[in-house]
């Protein structure tokens, strides 16, 4: 079984019933950690096993867990909360394991859960996956009536309950710690850190958030191991990936794959190449705050350090493809439009640099671009770059400009000194 | 509010550490009552769940599903994000809005239909993408009318 996360999503049905997950040893995980290993040891078989967030960032599992501070009477336990607010532009992973296999992202928060001791979890889910919501709906009630969740869950110890909560919609709230204050009731703006939210979270508890995907891993490497889980994996990081292409590509689509898979296979082999006609000029490698990478990247092996070396970032893993007849520096356009519209206005560096960079690039695809307005963008990147804001938005947003202004230069100086563009967009 | 709308808030409450929590899934409640999120409405929410109706109105404003003006009947949300603007995704959402004679953000004469520009929908393998009343409608063609209106 190489495809864990994926093995229970078949052509020939909607989605995995809870008869159809328990088929493929669904919920024996759970079973073993709480009948056999306790919160500890499962800290541990996850850390062992090498799994790394699969919202972007990469952080330990196991590790994140464990920074949980230990309270054996706690007041308030910690909350356990699954970040389910896909909305990272190119990013379509998680909405296909929630409205398929429901009860594998069940499983796997009781887990997460038992391991932090919490005894409340939500799942924080992007108000327009209505499909997830109903098939999660259905699911928690069938998990309800097995004894998987709620008091006493498989005659243990352990009570745990599982709310799912709709949000309302806007890109911010898949910041961690605007979640918590968009589950709080609140404009979901982002909340300083330190402290972090394992210490200081959901109403001032220590609260784990993880992503949909990262929490669907947790499950397998509970049922076979921590050294099975890391022999997945192609390079240095363990376990698989959804890992997926849009743009234009013969067939778009998102693939479970061991990490460590080359991107030319993930483009080539599974996405069938370019469609006719195109020919690929560059992409970015893990939705819209990822740097771009060019044709001489293909061969950089999709895990969270080789990208980072290339010089982008492995993010969500799916890749956002740039043909040669679509206009980089109006791609650029429409991503800063996304990141200005969606910036929550807390901090000036983003509220205002945003909009200046959209009216810039604007200027330079209009005909009205100065020369001098190419060192304007370049000191916004840094202006908005890592450590000047108190979220991850602005700094993400700069990753497609800058790679943008270093690799396809010609483009903005064809707009500005031809008044047109490198290549008639299409 | 209805008996039925408190109702349904009530249920929420034990799901949050304190009534303001309850805010959001508040006017959601409400706004699928009433089809939008009215004056009147903040104010008996915002009073109902012991905060300020400025407060509220701040979280009201926020978030991108919460309508603060009336809406048609049928709210079509056009993806404009990356994948499906690459994909033509823009020309016909145009196309849309020059069939129903409305801008974005706007309903058309008939009350029928408003359109929204939303963000990625997450099926950016079947872009360009549209959702119409919550329901995803992806691979969209040059006949996005028929398509989304069944015209």
């Known amino acids: 079984m190489d495809r864990p996360l994926t093995q229970n999503i078949r052509a020939d049905r909607d989605f995995a019933t809870l008869a159809d997950y328990r088929k493929t040893g669904g919920y024996e995980g759970l079973r073993k950690a709480v009948t056999d290993l306790g919160p500890k040891a499962v800290q541990q078989w996850v850390k062992d096993a090498g799994l790394r967030g699969r919202g972007g960032a990469g952080f330990g599992t196991g590790l994140k867990w464990s920074l949980v501070p230990i309270d054996p009477a706690p007041d308030h336990p910690p909350y356990l909360v699954v970040n389910a607010d896909e909305m990272e532009p190119g990013t379509f992973k998680d909405r296909l394991l929630l409205e398929k296999d429901p009860h594998q992202l069940l499983e796997g928060i009781a887990i997460a859960a038992y391991a932090i001791q919490a005894q409340t979890a939500y799942i924080f889910l992007r108000g327009e996956y209505r499909l997830a919501a109903e098939r999660l709906t259905r699911a928690l009630q069938e998990a309800r009536a097995a004894h998987y969740v709620g008091a006493?869950?498989?005659?243990?110890?352990f009570s745990l309950d599982i709310h799912l909560h709709t949000s309302a919609g806007r890109y911010i709230c898949g910041e961690e710690s605007a979640l918590l204050n968009?589950?709080?009731?609140k404009r979901a703006t982002p909340r300083p850190k330190p402290p972090f939210?394992?210490?200081?979270?959901l109403w001032g508890r220590p609260t784990v958030v993880n992503n949909v995907e990262t929490i669907c891993n947790v499950p397998h490497i509970l049922r076979h191991g921590a050294d099975w889980y890391k022999g997945l994996g192609r390079g240095a990081d363990a376990g698989t990936k959804l890992f997926g292409a849009s743009g234009r590509v013969k067939r778009p689509g998102l693939w479970e794959l061991p990490m460590g898979t080359p991107i030319r296979e993930i483009l080539e082999e599974h996405a069938g190449g370019m469609k006719d006609g195109y020919q690929l000029r560059g992409f970015l490698p893990g939705g819209a705050s990822t740097d771009f990478l060019l044709p001489e990247h293909l061969d950089v092996p999709m895990e969270f350090d080789t990208v980072a070396k290339a010089g982008s970032r492995m993010g969500t893993g799916t890749i956002i493809v740039l043909d040669d007849k679509t206009c980089p520096?109006?791609?650029v356009l429409n991503l800063e439009r996304f990141f200005a519209q969606e910036s929550c206005g807390w901090c000036t560096p983003c509220r205002d640099g945003l909009p200046w960079t959209v009216t810039l690039l604007q200027d330079i695809v209009e005909g009205r671009g100065r020369p001098e307005d190419l060192?304007?963008?370049?000191?916004?990147?840094?202006?908005?770059?890592?450590?000047?804001?108190?979220?991850?938005?602005?700094?993400?947003?700069?990753?497609?400009?800058?790679?943008?202004?270093?690799?396809?230069r010609e483009d903005f100086e064809r707009y500005i000194f031809q008044n047109r563009p490198l290549k008639e967009a299409v | 509010m209805s008996a039925t709308e408190i109702d349904e808030i009530n249920a929420e409450l034990p799901h949050y550490e304190d009534k303001s929590a309850v805010s959001i899934e508040a006017l959601k409640i409400v706004q699928k009552h009433r089809g939008w999120v009215s004056d009147d409405s903040l104010t008996a929410i915002a009073e109902y769940l012991k905060i300020s109706p400025a407060q509220l109105e701040g979280v009201a404003t926020f978030y991108n599903l919460i309508y603060r003006r009336p809406v048609g009947n049928t709210v079509i949300h056009v993806c404009d994000s990356v994948s499906c603007w690459m994909l033509g995704g823009d020309r016909l959402r145009d196309k849309l809005c020059r069939h129903l004679n409305v801008k974005l953000g706007e309903t058309s004469q008939d009350g029928e239909y408003t359109v929204l520009p939303i963000v990625c929908l997450g099926a950016c393998d079947r872009a360009p993408v549209a959702m119409v009343n919550g329901?995803?409608?992806p691979d969209l063609t040059d006949n996005i009318v028929q398509e989304l209106l069944g015209e």
């Open chain 1, 375 to 408: 060192d304007t963008l370049a000191g916004l990147t840094r202006m908005l770059g890592p450590g000047n804001t108190f979220c991850a938005l602005a700094p993400g947003a700069m990753e497609p400009l800058q790679s943008a202004l270093k690799y396809f």
């Open chain 1, 329 to 331: 520096v109006r791609m």
């Open chain 2, 135 to 137: 329901e995803l409608r």
């Open chain 1, 182 to 185: 968009a589950l709080e009731g």
């Open chain 1, 197 to 201: 939210a394992v210490v200081s979270g």
């Open chain 1, 152 to 157: 006493h869950l498989l005659d243990s110890d």
